[in-house]
């Protein structure tokens, strides 16, 4: 599952990081350059362009729900 995703400032980065830490599933950020990150890391994260809206990819619709969610 794929959920297009603004990122306006740093601080949802980290509101997102630590809302896919509280998930049992994997879920990827990736940028519209093609970078992926590791939603559970945050130095992953930062290394990633939020200038244009993110994919949010994870398995589970639940745990995707979730981190929208903190995110919103």
């Known amino acids: 599952m794929v959920k297009q ?3 306006k ?6 509101q997102l990081a630590f ?3 509280c998930c049992k599933n994997g879920i990827d950020i990736q940028d519209q350059a093609g970078a992926i ?5 945050i130095l992953g994260l930062m ?3 939020y ?3 993110v994919n949010v990819v994870c398995e589970n619709a639940q ?8 995110i919103s």
Do not use: H, M, Q
């Open 51 to 53: 200038s244009r809206p």
């Open 47 to 49: 290394r990633l362009d």
């Open 63 to 70: 745990d995707l729900e979730r981190v929208i969610k903190a």
């Open 19 to 21: 809302a896919a830490r």
């Open 37 to 41: 990150a590791d939603a559970k890391s």
């Open 9 to 14: 400032d740093l601080s949802l980065v980290k």
């Open 5 to 7: 995703v603004t990122i």
